[in-house]
């Protein structure tokens, strides 16, 4: 199983990213998906999350109405589109994959992609 994420850069404040997690060796129309992010000397952070089938989404509060997740089972992928970045938004990115579990704990998911960092500069 392989979680390959991508996308991370630096971008200024108010800017847009988006981060793709490409999926190869599960099948991926039947995983629930999710991103997390992880700052040095912060615990890992719950950011969105969307179901197998792409009929509900959650976020964390502190990312909603500006970040959307979604899926795309075509391609094996899902997204992470970022909009009105915040230099507290700087981190590492990661995708997790879960084939039951639906949840905003990082320990639900079995398998999970390396990072990619994302820096929001002001």
């Known amino acids: 199983v392989q979680l390959q994420a991508s996308g991370g850069g630096l971008v200024l404040a108010g800017g847009s990213l988006r981060l793709s997690c490409a999926a190869s060796?599960?099948?991926?129309?039947?995983?629930?998906m999710c991103w997390f992010r992880h700052t040095p000397g912060k615990e890992r952070e719950f950011v969105a999350a969307?179901?197998?089938?792409?009929?509900?989404?959650t976020y964390a509060d502190s990312v909603k109405g500006r970040f959307t997740i979604s899926r795309d089972d075509a391609k094996n992928r899902v997204y992470l589109q970022m909009n009105s970045l915040k230099p507290e938004d700087t981190s590492v990115y990661y995708c997790?994959?879960?084939?039951?579990?639906?949840?905003?704990?990082?320990?639900?998911?079995?398998?999970w992609g390396q990072g990619t960092l994302v820096t929001v500069s002001s």
């Open positions: 969307i179901t197998w089938s792409g009929v509900h989404t």
């Open positions: 997790a994959a879960d084939e039951t579990r639906y949840s905003s704990r990082s320990t639900e998911y079995k398998y």
């Open positions: 060796g599960i099948t991926f129309s039947t995983y629930n």
